[in-house]
């Protein structure tokens, strides 16, 4: 009777064991006050295009993942939305996988990108900050950018902004990363 009332004692603590370590897998989406935009460095150039890639920095000391593509918003001098094209899937320059999820440890990053042709004529204003609503989230974040903006003409491949998803190491915003 012993031996039975143990082993039942044994199973009932593996069973919870497994269903606390079945909890702490669990992905929580990052919420983007956990979050840190930061702009990258410059990208070397193949064809006629502007490649800028961005860092998603968990600030917080909670894990937490993103899933997807954020949406973005490329704005003026004065934060006024401008009206690109955005599009999400990849070109030339940068990757068109499929979104998977990025978890994030305290400190980790993700990243992202987002891909112009250059201007076939230039409207004369440039977009100076981007907007990022990360995957999931409710509240946008940003930082300054320097940005052409081309005419709204339809003719015009500079109005059109391609974007990655989020992915977990800087390499697979590009193609063949």
Not at 79 to 91: A, E, N, Q, S, V
Request: charged share 20%.
């Amino acid at each position: 009777m012993r031996a039975v009332l143990g082993v039942a004692v044994v199973a009932a603590l593996v069973g919870l064991a497994a269903c606390g370590s079945t909890r702490k897998s669990i992905a929580v989406a990052c919420a983007s006050r956990q979050l840190r935009l930061i702009a990258g460095q410059p990208v070397s150039e193949k064809t006629q295009q502007r490649t800028l890639v961005f860092r998603l920095e968990n600030a917080s000391a909670v894990p937490c993942s993103l899933d997807g593509y954020p949406t973005i918003s490329l704005l003026g001098a004065s934060k006024t939305p401008l009206p690109y094209l955005y599009r999400r899937h990849g070109d030339e320059m940068i990757s068109g996988a499929r979104p998977k999820m990025v978890r994030l440890s305290a400190g980790a990053s993700a990243y992202f990108a987002l891909n112009k042709n250059a201007c076939v004529e230039w409207g004369g204003v440039y977009a100076d900050f981007i907007r990022v609503t990360p995957p999931g989230g409710r509240r946008w974040l940003d930082t300054s950018i320097h940005l052409d903006y081309c005419s709204a003409r339809e003719s015009n491949p500079g109005h059109d902004v391609d974007l990655t998803p989020v992915e977990p190491a800087v390499q697979y915003v590009f193609v063949n990363g």
